[in-house]
């Protein structure tokens, strides 16, 4: 699954629209987070089709328009996080068996 996060400088520069999402669908897209903290407005898409090496510009100009100031992030690794790496419940805080080691109550 292709993934990227758009960054944008204001949420004035984000639009999720019919049109932006036909866009962002044409391109692969078929998921789309907004979040954003005080200073920053992101924008995670999420695609099987989608090539963030690709069309990551093309994605922000669909959400961002054409003059808006982004950065796109690609993604460089995925992981699943299993509850059998970590420690017990009733192991001490803090202290593992080993990197992914699995401890025994």
């Not at 049109?19 to 789309?32: C, D, M, P």
């Not at 924008?43 to 959400?63: H, M, N, Q, T, Y």
């Not at 690794?77 to 017990?88: D, G």
Request: aromatic share 4%; glycine share 12%.
């Amino acid at each position: 699954m292709g993934m990227a996060v758009l960054l944008f400088a204001s949420s004035d520069d984000v639009a999720l629209d019919r049109e932006s999402a036909a866009r962002l669908v044409a391109i692969g897209v078929t998921h789309a987070t907004v979040v954003r903290d005080q200073s920053i407005v992101a924008v995670v898409l999420e695609g099987w089709r989608f090539d963030a090496g690709r069309s990551g510009p093309e994605a922000a100009e669909a959400v961002g328009g054409p003059i808006g100031a982004y950065r796109v992030l690609r993604q460089l690794h995925e992981t699943s996080v299993l509850p059998e790496a970590w420690p017990s419940l009733g192991a001490q805080r803090g202290s593992r068996s080993g990197a992914g080691g699995k401890e025994e109550a």
